[in-house]
């Protein structure tokens, strides 16, 4: 299994960036997806989750409102539609793969990409 993130850079606050997650070696339209960030130093943070159907969708408090998660099945990727950025979202963001059996099981993680919020 391969998740590989892209999209990370730096934006000015009030700016909007677009991550993508390209999944491979896994049963794509059958597994969960999502998003998280961690602070330096700090604990890996929950963003965002999309259903296989991509019908169910959950965000974290800090991020409800400003970003989208959407996933194309055809093509195996995830995305995260980041806008009204703040410097408070300054992170590296992972994507990453579960199993949905009543509770989320986070098998697999990309290698991250570093999200920078500054002017």
């Known amino acids: 299994v391969q998740l590989v993130e892209s999209g990370g850079g730096l934006v000015q606050p009030g700016g909007s960036l677009r991550l993508s997650c390209a999944a491979s070696g896994l049963p794509f339209e059958s597994t969960v997806m999502g998003w998280f960030r961690q602070y330096e130093g700090k604990a890996r943070e929950f963003v965002a989750f999309?259903?296989?159907?991509?019908?169910?969708?959950n965000y974290g408090g800090a991020v409800k409102g400003r970003f989208t998660i959407t996933r194309d099945n055809a093509k195996m990727m995830e995305f995260l539609q980041m806008n009204s950025l703040k410097p408070e979202d300054t992170a590296v963001y992972y994507c990453?793969?579960?199993?949905?059996?009543?509770?989320?099981?986070?098998?697999?993680w990309g290698q991250g990409t570093q999200v920078t919020v500054s002017s």
């Open positions: 990453a793969a579960g199993r949905n059996d009543g509770t989320i099981h986070w098998d697999y």
């Open positions: 999309i259903s296989g159907s991509g019908g169910m969708k």
